[in-house]
């Protein structure tokens, strides 16, 4: 069968090598292009069966790529999935309308691209197979499995049901294929055992009956057929035994990643809780900025307070809710007749995190001992160059602000050291936990704001 390929456009090498190893995995040959203008000057001498395509690039960006290659009758068939960090219900519809086929997050976990091959038709439908005619005997088993998966779809959470769906579909397959396996022994061992029992009592041809003895010798011939069957029976016992022994494992790590997504949402709730407070402690420094800008001197009056907002962990730090909240505070100075600095000062959290330089880091199980971390840092953001730290929305909103305001409004953006934290480290003992530890990383993952009043032009 011919091998599938694949095209991953995107300007970030770490960002193709992981992606590209992962779809390797699955006998999967791919190209790379740098850009969308060399993406498009390939795509004039190749058909790749699938495009993966990042958002932001210098230069032409991933949705004008996806316009202008859907635009092409000759590469309009083409199949494209954004592969980028930007996420939310908006950016997927526009992304969609433009002819994409969805958005595979840069976090991205092996299930996840399997999921995505099998949409794109990289992949067999595992499923297509059809039903032997022999009927299955329902084994106790599947019914237990098909019991237990609803309470478990409700015990988890909302985020989890999507792993407990695919924990529930691959105890089916396993039961389904356990009961063919057995039922088409019994019938090979059934077969076997008649057969070698007409053997023995059916005689040859021409051949004259003996007389009947006072021991027959069938009688004295050890019944193997029967050792052969009991003995496939015990194997067979055991073989449904490891079978049962691996579905209970994976369901318990079902639970403990429902877990784990449990903790992330709370974690994503308190950070949405703490950007309320941001926006409502920024319109409190527009007042007291006002003030200060209608006092005589308004050189001499005091910054406004600081308020910090936290950043969830592989996310663009000046992006989503930051970019609304500071969209919101710029109109405002503009509206008022602001004069002065609105500095901006991303701080990078210290994570336990699990996993490789190769295959990426992500957050560490809340239970996993904090001494177990495979790296304590946060190599997404050290991989984010001054640029890369903001969204393209976000770039284009502080460029335009001093236009708006003639000169009298101008934004800076400071990376602050990783020594001022807002919440300290918990000390690293055994019983730590590395829950514990990142539930502090979180808070000094932030981002602070800081309206500074200033001499009028």
């Given amino acids: ?6 095209l991953i456009v995107d300007d970030s090498k770490s960002a193709r090598v992981i ?27 190749n058909r790749p069966d699938a495009i993966f395509m990042d958002h932001l690039m210098p230069g032409m960006d991933g949705l004008e790529a996806v316009q202008a290659i859907k635009s092409n009758p000759q590469t309009a068939m083409i199949p494209i999935m954004m592969y980028t960090s930007q996420e939310g219900e908006l950016y997927v519809g526009q992304a969609r309308a433009l002819g ?3 958005v595979l997050p840069k976090q991205v976990r ?31 088993v599947a019914a237990g499995a098909k019991a237990a998966a609803p309470a478990v779809a409700a015990a988890v959470p909302a985020a989890a049901a999507d792993s407990v769906r695919r924990l529930e579909i691959a105890i089916k397959d396993q039961a389904i294929d356990l009961r063919r396996f057995i039922v088409a022994s019994l019938d ?26 006072p021991l027959p010798e069938p009688l004295l011939k050890p019944p193997w057929p029967w050792i052969w069957g009991c003995a496939a029976a015990c194997l067979l ?26 903790a992330t949402n709370a974690a994503l709730g308190s950070a949405r809780k703490d950007l309320a407070d941001t926006v409502k402690d920024l319109t409190r420094a527009l007042n007291t900025a006002a003030s200060a800008s209608a006092a005589p001197n308004p050189a001499s009056a005091s910054a406004s307070s600081m308020r910090a907002a936290e950043v969830p962990y592989g996310e663009i730090p000046l992006d989503r809710g930051l970019l609304d909240a500071m969209r919101a505070l ?48 946060n190599p997404f953001e050290d991989s984010l160059s001054g640029q890369q ?17 003639a000169g009298a409004i101008s934004v800076a953006i400071v990376d602050g050291p990783s020594s001022r934290v807002a919440q300290p480290y918990p000390p690293r003992t055994e019983t730590l936990t590395a829950g514990e530890w990142n539930k502090a990383a979180a808070a000094n993952n932030r981002v602070e704001f800081k309206v500074e009043p200033g001499a009028g032009p």
């Avoid at 399997?114 to 297509?128: F, G, I, N, Q, T």
């Avoid at 049962?244 to 449990?262: F, I, K, T």
């Avoid at 730290?389 to 305001?405: D, H, I, K, M, T």
Wanted: hydrophobic share 45%; net charge negative.
């Fill in 1 to 6: 069968m011919t091998r599938k390929r694949a």
């Fill in 19 to 45: 992606l590209s190893r992962m779809l390797e995995k699955y006998d999967i040959e791919v190209e790379m292009a740098e850009s969308a203008e060399q993406s498009i000057e390939y795509l004039k001498h």
């Fill in 100 to 102: 994409a086929m969805g």
């Fill in 110 to 140: 092996p299930v996840d691209v399997s999921k995505v091959l099998y949409e794109l038709h990289l992949l067999p439908d595992r499923r297509d197979g059809e039903e032997p005619a022999l009927q299955p005997v329902e084994l106790e």
């Fill in 188 to 213: 090979s061992f059934a077969s076997r055992v008649v057969s070698d029992v007409r053997d023995t009592h059916q005689p040859a041809k021409g051949a004259v009956e003996p007389a009947p003895a």
């Fill in 237 to 262: 016992a055991a073989v449904f035994a490891a079978l049962w022994l691996s579905a209970r494992q994976e369901l318990a790590n079902s639970r403990v990643e429902a877990a784990g997504l449990a």
């Fill in 330 to 377: 710029l109109s405002m100075l503009v509206a008022q007749g602001f004069h002065g600095v609105v500095k901006v000062m991303s701080y990078a959290g210290q994570f336990c995190l699990t996993g490789t330089a190769a295959a990426g880091y992500v957050p560490a199980n809340p239970a996993l001992p904090a001494t177990k971390c495979d790296a304590i840092g």
């Fill in 389 to 405: 730290r903001q969204s393209l929305a976000f770039g284009n909103l502080v460029a335009g602000v001093r236009e708006r305001s």
